[in-house]
């Protein structure tokens, strides 16, 4: 079963002045009468997966958790940044959280900040089909939804970016 992995961090800049650094696009109602990251939560309704877990900047916690409690969405719990990174970070914090509750699961990465529907996801279309979409208009490209076991997760890591794993076995110790 997956672990989804909501990102819920980010400044949100591009917004202004509807979303601000305080209170970034994914705590908005903007496509729905939920939120961003409430539709995020709901969106996995049906399917199979572990109480969702949240990676957000300290800053936001508290609205976070309450926007969580308004619509009893349950969760595996709130990673606090003091300091907003990047995905890799986001994503191997998640990993190293699992794995020191003696799980390996697919994590599912999703951001709290999408606002569209999907009707259809093509993986890798060829390049015909690619210029064929290009021409005709009316599709998105893939924004970064991923899907992988927490441990090959943290071997890559390792192995490209040791720094940022350390640095991430660091925070979370500290943090314990």
């Known amino acids: 079963m997956s672990l989804p992995i909501i990102m819920a961090g980010g400044s949100s800049s591009r917004l202004w002045p509807l979303s601000r650094q305080l209170y970034p696009k994914q705590f908005l109602t903007l496509t729905s009468k939920f939120t961003l990251l409430q539709d995020t939560f709901l969106r996995l309704e049906g399917i199979a997966h572990q109480p969702p877990l949240v990676i957000c900047n300290e800053a936001h916690r508290f609205i976070v958790a309450e926007q969580l409690r308004q619509q009893n969405l ?46 259809r996801f093509v993986e890798k279309p060829d390049l015909a089909t690619a210029k ?26 390792n192995q490209h970016r040791p720094d940022i794993l350390i640095a991430c076995q660091k925070a979370l110790l500290r943090a314990s």
């Open 132 to 157: 064929q979409y290009l021409e005709a208009g009316g599709y998105d490209w893939n924004s970064g939804l991923f899907l992988f076991k927490a441990s090959r997760y943290l071997e890559e890591l």
């Open 74 to 119: 349950s969760h595996s719990g709130i990673i606090l940044e003091p300091v907003g990174r990047n995905t890799a970070t986001a994503i191997a914090l998640s990993a190293l959280h699992a794995i020191l509750k003696e799980e390996d699961p697919l994590l599912l990465v999703l951001a709290a900040d999408h606002a569209y529907k999907v009707l």
